[in-house]
């Protein structure tokens, strides 16, 4: 199943309205990503359309169930897919550079220059056989072209910026050597060798017990301030989300089902799925909450019905969505009936973040279904068609 063409694979202009929201552009504009696998069974779509925005010295923390496309988008972002998978439609822009159409030595530039990854398990994605220091000097000296000695005294200052002790003594140490936090610290070391505007963090502390898990969050935190690099946090912990997010992308079966402020989704949910997601986290407890299980299972990405791919488990079904992929986006107030039950939790966070919503509202006035294109800077977006105006009549 695909989305409709227009909105699926155009490309973004920026447009006015956004621009109330948020004045910078992006430094990395994901839009409209498909992405396929080659299998036995023929090729399988596991991204079907997505997007989102990353902006200077923000946090968009992308949160969904297990196989929902979460590290799919991470790893075509960064050029890593494996041989079996395809860009097969939208655009990934980095600075403006569209990785997905340039040539492959100015896509190796402008992901060398500006984002970096770090992955959920240190110990698989650092190489056993060299010394962690070695391992950062590479890519201080790839991109720097740095002596072997200047490459060592990067490492060693890199290493202490992310809070090793004793980084001068333990930089020829291996990563055996070291324990599951501090080798994670190394992994955020390797990507602050490149000195990134975007930092893409998969699963950053699930492998790490609760105390260290809070520590690599602020180590995070702290560089992203003193830096002001956008930092994509994808996360299964929505205590996490709610300490970190500027702004959250809800993600099921391969596409973003809702995105908006981190005030705005916490406060009022508007797709059956973030709400069923948020409604059975207790809100005291919300800390270190790991996103609930939810009753049935996503769709097989090699058999996505048509329609809605959560119909088979949303209590809100209509005829309609059993038929026509939901795509729409609003300005102004949840409608009435969507506002009185979202039931959306009271976050801290609320207070910290002003919500743009009525500024938007203030222009645009109400619902809109979607104009096409992926979701501006900010933009407030569920693909819902309880949110299509006449749905459900
Ligand atoms: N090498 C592969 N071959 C075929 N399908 C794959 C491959 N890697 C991932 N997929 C499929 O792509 C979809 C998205 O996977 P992805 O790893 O992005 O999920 P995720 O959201 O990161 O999940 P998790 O929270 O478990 O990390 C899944 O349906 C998965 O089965
Ligand atoms: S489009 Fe329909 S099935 Fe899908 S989430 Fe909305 S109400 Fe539920
Ligand atoms: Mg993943």
Known sequence: MTLDDDVVTGTVE???DVAVRQADPP???????????????GPVTVLDGVDYQVHRGRTLAVVGESGSGKSVTARAIMGILPRTASIVGGSIRLAGVDLVRARESVRRAARGARVAMVFQDALSALNPVLPVGYQIVEGCRRKG???????RRRAVELMDQVGIPAARARVGAFPHEFSGGMRQRVMIAMALARDPEVLIADEPTTALDVTIQAQILRLLADLQTQRNMGLVMITHDMGVVANTADEIAV???GRIVEQGSASEVFGTPAHPYTRALLGSIPRPELRGQRLPAIAGSPPDPSATPSGCPFRSRCPQAMPVCGTRPPVVRWRGPLPGSIGDEAGGLDARIGDETSSPRA?????????????GGAPGSGERMAACHLLTPGAQS
């Not at 430094?27 to 069974?41: D, N, P, Y």
């Not at 072209?145 to 490459?151: D, F």
């Not at 500024?359 to 104009?371: N, V, Y």
């Open 359 to 371: 500024e938007i509202g203030d222009e645009a006035g109400g619902l809109a279904s979607d104009a």
């Open 251 to 253: 993600m099921y079966a």
């Open 14 to 16: 920026p447009r006015a």
């Open 27 to 41: 430094l990395l504009e994901v839009a409209g990503l498909r992405v396929q696998f080659r299998t036995a069974r």
């Open 145 to 151: 072209g740095m002596s072997r000695a200047e490459g």
